[in-house]
Protein backbone atom coordinates (compact mmCIF):
# COMPACT_ATOMS: atom_id res chain seq x y z
CA UNK A 1 0.00 0.00 0.00
CA UNK A 2 1.33 3.64 -1.33
CA UNK A 3 1.80 5.48 1.97
CA UNK A 4 1.31 9.46 2.10
CA UNK A 5 5.50 9.59 1.09
CA UNK A 6 5.06 7.66 -1.62
CA UNK A 7 2.31 9.78 -3.85
CA UNK A 8 4.20 11.40 -6.49
CA UNK A 9 2.66 15.37 -5.83
CA UNK A 10 3.50 14.96 -2.34
CA UNK A 11 0.47 14.52 -0.38
CA UNK A 12 -1.29 12.43 1.51
CA UNK A 13 -4.46 12.33 -0.65
CA UNK A 14 -5.07 9.92 -2.89
CA UNK A 15 -5.69 12.47 -6.64
CA UNK A 16 -2.88 15.29 -7.46
CA UNK A 17 -5.81 18.08 -6.14
CA UNK A 18 -6.07 21.82 -7.37
CA UNK A 19 -5.86 23.07 -3.89
CA UNK A 20 -2.29 21.34 -2.96
CA UNK A 21 -1.27 22.87 -6.73
CA UNK A 22 -2.20 26.36 -5.89
CA UNK A 23 -0.87 26.48 -2.34
CA UNK A 24 2.56 24.95 -4.22
CA UNK A 25 2.62 27.85 -6.44
CA UNK A 26 1.40 30.83 -4.44
CA UNK A 27 2.69 29.68 -0.78
CA UNK A 28 -1.14 29.30 1.14
CA UNK A 29 -4.36 29.04 0.17
CA UNK A 30 -6.01 31.13 -3.39
CA UNK A 31 -9.52 31.31 -4.13
CA UNK A 32 -10.96 31.97 -7.41
CA UNK A 33 -13.29 34.96 -8.73
CA UNK A 34 -16.08 34.29 -10.96
CA UNK A 35 -15.98 37.28 -13.15
CA UNK A 36 -18.66 38.00 -16.52
CA UNK A 37 -16.61 40.31 -18.33
CA UNK A 38 -19.51 40.30 -21.25
CA UNK A 39 -18.25 38.02 -23.63
CA UNK A 40 -19.92 36.04 -26.27
CA UNK A 41 -19.05 33.04 -28.61
CA UNK A 42 -18.44 32.16 -32.11
CA UNK A 43 -21.24 29.65 -31.82
CA UNK A 44 -23.83 32.50 -30.32
CA UNK A 45 -22.81 35.49 -32.51
CA UNK A 46 -23.28 33.58 -36.03
CA UNK A 47 -19.21 33.25 -36.45
CA UNK A 48 -19.92 29.02 -36.90
CA UNK A 49 -23.30 29.25 -35.46
CA UNK A 50 -26.15 30.29 -33.19
CA UNK A 51 -28.09 29.19 -29.83
CA UNK A 52 -24.48 28.44 -28.19
CA UNK A 53 -24.08 24.17 -27.31
CA UNK A 54 -26.81 22.55 -26.58
CA UNK A 55 -26.16 21.74 -22.82
CA UNK A 56 -25.63 25.83 -22.22
CA UNK A 57 -27.08 27.71 -19.55
CA UNK A 58 -24.58 30.32 -18.27
CA UNK A 59 -27.04 30.65 -15.25
CA UNK A 60 -25.88 27.17 -13.62
CA UNK A 61 -22.56 28.52 -12.61
CA UNK A 62 -22.51 32.20 -12.09
CA UNK A 63 -23.04 33.29 -8.66
CA UNK A 64 -25.10 36.19 -7.79
CA UNK A 65 -22.65 39.08 -7.82
CA UNK A 66 -21.02 38.18 -11.13
CA UNK A 67 -22.50 40.25 -14.10
CA UNK A 68 -21.46 41.59 -17.01
CA UNK A 69 -23.47 45.12 -16.08
CA UNK A 70 -20.60 45.57 -13.58
CA UNK A 71 -16.78 46.06 -14.01
CA UNK A 72 -14.72 43.62 -13.55
CA UNK A 73 -13.04 45.17 -10.72
CA UNK A 74 -16.34 45.86 -8.70
CA UNK A 75 -17.38 42.05 -9.19
CA UNK A 76 -13.54 40.82 -7.93
CA UNK A 77 -13.79 42.93 -4.59
CA UNK A 78 -17.50 41.68 -4.25
CA UNK A 79 -15.86 38.45 -4.92
CA UNK A 80 -13.64 39.18 -2.03
CA UNK A 81 -16.20 40.19 0.17
CA UNK A 82 -18.20 37.18 -0.19
CA UNK A 83 -15.83 34.92 0.14
CA UNK A 84 -14.15 36.80 2.91
CA UNK A 85 -16.76 35.12 5.30
CA UNK A 86 -16.65 31.78 3.93
CA UNK A 87 -12.94 31.38 3.55
CA UNK A 88 -10.47 31.64 6.45
CA UNK A 89 -6.48 31.99 6.13
CA UNK A 90 -6.77 33.03 2.24
CA UNK A 91 -3.36 33.84 1.12
CA UNK A 92 -4.55 35.63 -2.31
CA UNK A 93 -7.09 35.63 -5.01
CA UNK A 94 -7.73 34.48 -8.76
CA UNK A 95 -9.56 36.54 -11.16
CA UNK A 96 -11.57 33.49 -13.09
CA UNK A 97 -12.88 35.07 -16.55
CA UNK A 98 -16.00 32.43 -16.53
CA UNK A 99 -18.84 33.69 -18.54
CA UNK A 100 -18.47 32.34 -22.38
CA UNK A 101 -15.05 32.44 -24.30
CA UNK A 102 -12.83 35.08 -22.44
CA UNK A 103 -10.35 35.09 -25.23
CA UNK A 104 -12.82 35.63 -27.95
CA UNK A 105 -12.24 39.70 -28.60
CA UNK A 106 -9.06 42.15 -30.09
CA UNK A 107 -6.11 42.03 -27.65
CA UNK A 108 -6.57 45.26 -27.06
CA UNK A 109 -9.98 44.67 -25.71
CA UNK A 110 -8.47 41.30 -23.48
CA UNK A 111 -5.48 43.76 -22.66
CA UNK A 112 -7.42 46.53 -20.70
CA UNK A 113 -9.74 43.47 -18.74
CA UNK A 114 -6.88 41.35 -18.09
CA UNK A 115 -5.48 44.26 -16.63
CA UNK A 116 -8.19 45.75 -15.41
CA UNK A 117 -8.40 42.13 -12.70
CA UNK A 118 -4.42 42.30 -11.85
CA UNK A 119 -4.79 45.59 -10.89
CA UNK A 120 -7.11 45.12 -7.51
CA UNK A 121 -5.29 44.38 -4.79
CA UNK A 122 -4.83 41.03 -3.82
CA UNK A 123 -5.34 39.68 -7.19
CA UNK A 124 -2.28 37.31 -7.82
CA UNK A 125 -3.21 35.83 -11.54
CA UNK A 126 -5.68 34.82 -13.80
CA UNK A 127 -7.48 31.92 -14.95
CA UNK A 128 -9.53 32.42 -18.48
CA UNK A 129 -11.74 30.18 -19.70
CA UNK A 130 -12.01 29.92 -23.33
CA UNK A 131 -12.92 27.57 -26.42
CA UNK A 132 -10.34 25.80 -28.64
CA UNK A 133 -11.24 27.76 -31.61
CA UNK A 134 -10.84 31.53 -29.55
CA UNK A 135 -6.90 31.28 -29.28
CA UNK A 136 -5.49 33.01 -32.47
CA UNK A 137 -1.59 33.46 -32.25
CA UNK A 138 -2.16 36.99 -31.35
CA UNK A 139 -4.16 36.35 -28.08
CA UNK A 140 -1.18 33.30 -27.11
CA UNK A 141 1.08 36.06 -28.04
CA UNK A 142 -0.28 38.54 -25.17
CA UNK A 143 -0.96 35.58 -23.04
CA UNK A 144 2.62 34.75 -23.20
CA UNK A 145 3.72 38.25 -22.56
CA UNK A 146 1.53 38.41 -19.59
CA UNK A 147 2.34 35.35 -18.13
CA UNK A 148 6.14 36.19 -18.01
CA UNK A 149 4.75 39.03 -15.18
CA UNK A 150 2.03 36.98 -12.94
CA UNK A 151 0.52 33.84 -13.35
CA UNK A 152 -1.79 32.84 -16.20
CA UNK A 153 -3.60 29.71 -16.75
CA UNK A 154 -6.02 28.88 -19.51
CA UNK A 155 -8.99 27.00 -19.35
CA UNK A 156 -10.16 25.19 -22.81
CA UNK A 157 -13.56 23.52 -22.84
CA UNK A 158 -13.33 20.43 -25.02
CA UNK A 159 -16.33 18.68 -23.30
CA UNK A 160 -15.61 15.35 -25.95
CA UNK A 161 -12.65 14.08 -28.34
CA UNK A 162 -15.42 12.38 -30.57
CA UNK A 163 -16.38 14.75 -33.99
CA UNK A 164 -19.64 13.12 -33.83
CA UNK A 165 -20.70 14.08 -30.68
CA UNK A 166 -19.09 17.62 -30.87
CA UNK A 167 -21.49 18.10 -34.31
CA UNK A 168 -24.81 16.79 -32.20
CA UNK A 169 -24.18 19.00 -29.10
CA UNK A 170 -23.37 21.88 -31.49
CA UNK A 171 -20.33 22.22 -30.12
CA UNK A 172 -18.50 24.61 -33.52
CA UNK A 173 -15.25 23.17 -33.56
CA UNK A 174 -13.76 19.10 -34.15
CA UNK A 175 -11.32 17.32 -31.64
CA UNK A 176 -8.21 18.41 -33.69
CA UNK A 177 -8.72 21.85 -33.14
CA UNK A 178 -9.58 20.81 -29.35
CA UNK A 179 -5.86 19.09 -29.59
CA UNK A 180 -3.87 21.67 -31.14
CA UNK A 181 -5.28 23.86 -29.03
CA UNK A 182 -4.04 22.35 -25.82
CA UNK A 183 -0.36 22.12 -27.74
CA UNK A 184 -0.09 25.41 -29.00
CA UNK A 185 -1.30 26.95 -25.39
CA UNK A 186 1.18 24.81 -23.97
CA UNK A 187 4.63 25.33 -26.48
CA UNK A 188 3.19 28.86 -25.08
CA UNK A 189 4.65 27.76 -21.83
CA UNK A 190 1.24 28.43 -19.99
CA UNK A 191 -0.66 25.98 -18.44
CA UNK A 192 -3.60 24.50 -19.46
CA UNK A 193 -7.25 23.09 -18.17
CA UNK A 194 -9.70 21.32 -19.49
CA UNK A 195 -13.63 20.64 -19.33
CA UNK A 196 -14.71 17.22 -19.94
CA UNK A 197 -18.34 15.89 -19.79
CA UNK A 198 -19.42 12.33 -19.04
CA UNK A 199 -22.68 11.85 -20.05
CA UNK A 200 -23.09 13.49 -23.75
CA UNK A 201 -25.48 11.54 -26.24
CA UNK A 202 -24.20 8.68 -27.98
CA UNK A 203 -21.27 8.08 -25.70
CA UNK A 204 -20.65 5.22 -23.37
CA UNK A 205 -17.88 4.64 -20.56
CA UNK A 206 -16.37 2.44 -22.98
CA UNK A 207 -15.93 5.21 -25.13
CA UNK A 208 -14.24 7.76 -22.31
CA UNK A 209 -12.11 4.92 -21.00
CA UNK A 210 -10.73 4.80 -24.52
CA UNK A 211 -10.63 8.77 -25.10
CA UNK A 212 -8.37 8.57 -21.78
CA UNK A 213 -5.23 8.10 -23.99
CA UNK A 214 -5.70 11.35 -25.87
CA UNK A 215 -5.68 13.24 -21.92
CA UNK A 216 -2.69 11.26 -21.14
CA UNK A 217 -0.89 12.41 -24.09
CA UNK A 218 -1.52 15.80 -24.30
CA UNK A 219 0.49 18.58 -22.30
CA UNK A 220 -3.17 19.01 -19.77
CA UNK A 221 -2.01 20.37 -16.55
CA UNK A 222 -4.66 20.66 -14.86
CA UNK A 223 -8.80 18.78 -15.55
CA UNK A 224 -11.96 19.54 -14.76
CA UNK A 225 -14.50 16.62 -14.85
CA UNK A 226 -18.44 17.40 -15.15
CA UNK A 227 -21.07 14.44 -15.15
CA UNK A 228 -23.64 15.60 -17.80
CA UNK A 229 -26.59 18.00 -16.09
CA UNK A 230 -29.79 18.79 -18.47
CA UNK A 231 -31.09 21.76 -17.48
CA UNK A 232 -33.94 23.53 -18.13
CA UNK A 233 -34.83 25.76 -21.43
CA UNK A 234 -31.87 24.13 -22.91
CA UNK A 235 -31.90 22.54 -26.42
CA UNK A 236 -30.34 19.02 -24.50
CA UNK A 237 -33.17 18.92 -22.86
CA UNK A 238 -35.59 18.78 -25.83
CA UNK A 239 -33.01 16.51 -27.71
CA UNK A 240 -33.23 13.76 -23.89
CA UNK A 241 -37.39 14.41 -24.14
CA UNK A 242 -36.96 13.13 -27.84
CA UNK A 243 -34.15 10.38 -27.05
CA UNK A 244 -33.70 9.42 -23.67
CA UNK A 245 -32.09 6.00 -24.47
CA UNK A 246 -29.08 7.83 -26.26
CA UNK A 247 -27.85 9.42 -22.67
CA UNK A 248 -25.97 7.31 -20.26
CA UNK A 249 -27.01 8.13 -17.05
CA UNK A 250 -24.90 7.59 -14.18
CA UNK A 251 -26.43 6.89 -10.44
CA UNK A 252 -24.28 8.49 -7.87
CA UNK A 253 -22.93 4.73 -6.85
CA UNK A 254 -22.27 4.41 -10.69
CA UNK A 255 -20.76 7.46 -11.16
CA UNK A 256 -18.47 7.23 -7.85
CA UNK A 257 -16.81 3.85 -9.35
CA UNK A 258 -16.50 4.99 -12.84
CA UNK A 259 -14.55 8.18 -11.80
CA UNK A 260 -12.10 6.14 -9.30
CA UNK A 261 -11.75 3.89 -12.33
CA UNK A 262 -10.92 6.42 -14.64
CA UNK A 263 -8.51 7.86 -11.97
CA UNK A 264 -6.09 4.25 -11.75
CA UNK A 265 -5.73 5.38 -15.52
CA UNK A 266 -4.80 8.79 -15.10
CA UNK A 267 -1.52 10.12 -15.63
CA UNK A 268 -0.19 11.32 -11.80
CA UNK A 269 1.03 14.81 -13.10
CA UNK A 270 -2.55 15.79 -14.31
CA UNK A 271 -3.82 18.34 -11.60
CA UNK A 272 -7.75 17.57 -10.38
CA UNK A 273 -9.73 20.69 -10.30
CA UNK A 274 -13.28 18.92 -9.90
CA UNK A 275 -14.64 15.90 -9.92
CA UNK A 276 -18.59 16.62 -10.89
CA UNK A 277 -20.85 19.56 -11.46
CA UNK A 278 -23.07 21.17 -9.15
CA UNK A 279 -25.90 23.45 -10.12
CA UNK A 280 -29.20 24.66 -8.42
CA UNK A 281 -31.80 22.06 -8.51
CA UNK A 282 -34.34 24.73 -10.07
CA UNK A 283 -32.32 24.70 -13.15
CA UNK A 284 -32.44 21.10 -13.21
CA UNK A 285 -34.79 19.63 -16.32
CA UNK A 286 -33.89 15.80 -15.17
CA UNK A 287 -33.20 15.08 -11.37
CA UNK A 288 -30.03 14.86 -10.15
CA UNK A 289 -28.09 12.73 -7.05
CA UNK A 290 -30.86 13.69 -4.65
CA UNK A 291 -29.33 16.92 -4.47
CA UNK A 292 -26.02 16.09 -2.95
CA UNK A 293 -23.15 18.86 -2.33
CA UNK A 294 -19.86 18.66 -4.21
CA UNK A 295 -18.00 18.31 -0.87
CA UNK A 296 -19.78 15.28 0.02
CA UNK A 297 -19.42 13.70 -3.55
CA UNK A 298 -15.67 14.42 -3.09
CA UNK A 299 -15.83 13.04 0.24
CA UNK A 300 -17.32 9.56 -1.25
CA UNK A 301 -14.80 9.45 -4.18
CA UNK A 302 -12.27 9.52 -1.48
CA UNK A 303 -13.78 7.24 0.89
CA UNK A 304 -14.15 4.70 -2.74
CA UNK A 305 -10.83 5.04 -3.64
CA UNK A 306 -9.36 4.25 0.16
CA UNK A 307 -11.58 1.28 0.38
CA UNK A 308 -10.52 0.35 -3.42
CA UNK A 309 -6.83 0.89 -1.95
CA UNK A 310 -6.09 2.48 -5.07
CA UNK A 311 -4.36 6.14 -5.82
CA UNK A 312 -4.33 8.17 -9.12
CA UNK A 313 -2.09 6.78 -12.18
CA UNK A 314 -1.82 3.80 -9.90
CA UNK A 315 -2.93 1.04 -13.40
CA UNK A 316 -1.69 3.68 -15.78
Not at 267 to 285: D, H, K, M, Q, Y
Amino acid sequence: MASAQQYPWGDERRFHSYNLFLRQQFGGRMQKLTIDAGFTCPNRDGRCGIGGCTYCLNAAFNPNYCTPAKRVATQLTEGMEFHRHRSRNLHGYLAYFQAFSNTYAPVDKLRALYEEALAVPGVEGLVIATRPDCLGDDVLDYLQELSARTYVSVEIGIESFRDETLRRIHRGHNSVCAIKAVERTHARGIPVGTHLIFGLPGETPEHWMEDLAIVNRLPIHDIKFHQLQILKGTQMERDFTAHPTDFHRFTFEEYLEFIVTYLEHLRPGIVIERFASEVPPRLLAVPGWKNIRYDAVLRCIEETMERRNTWQGKLL
